[in-house]
């Protein structure tokens, strides 16, 4: 991997742990680890986010920027006790996750991932 991949990938390290950890605390109605889940999460994506900005990849560079303020709002609503917004703002967080593996994620051989152009 390249140095910035190696880089993304760090950032992946921390948000798949903190988004399970955010919801586990949502299932415990725990609101301030999972405002604190959130906010961390909201950093990671902030920083994944310098990955995307030289790539010609629009839909990765959305995704980035639409999970940071998705998280942002979560933690907002855990603060504020608003377990709906909540719940409705771990959906979209795993939607834009999910689109943006989907594409650019590869798994290799050995069980790790790497970065993957898409097909053109």
Not at 55 to 66: L, M
Request: aromatic share 8%; charged share 25%.
């Amino acid at each position: 991997m390249s140095p910035e991949e190696q880089a993304l990938s760090r950032q992946m390290k921390q948000i798949g742990p903190a988004f399970n950890a955010l919801r586990q605390a949502v299932t415990a109605s725990n609101a301030a680890d999972a405002g604190a889940q959130a906010a961390a999460m909201s950093r990671a994506f902030g920083e994944a986010a310098a990955f995307w900005k030289p790539r010609p990849h629009p839909d990765a560079i959305q995704w980035t920027e639409d999970a940071k303020r998705e998280t942002a709002a979560l933690a907002a609503a855990a603060g504020a006790g608003d377990w709906a917004a909540v719940k409705a703002s771990v959906t979209k967080t795993q939607s834009f996750c999910q689109d943006c593996h989907g594409k650019y994620r590869e798994r290799l051989d050995d069980g790790t991932y790497r970065f993957k152009l898409p097909v053109r």
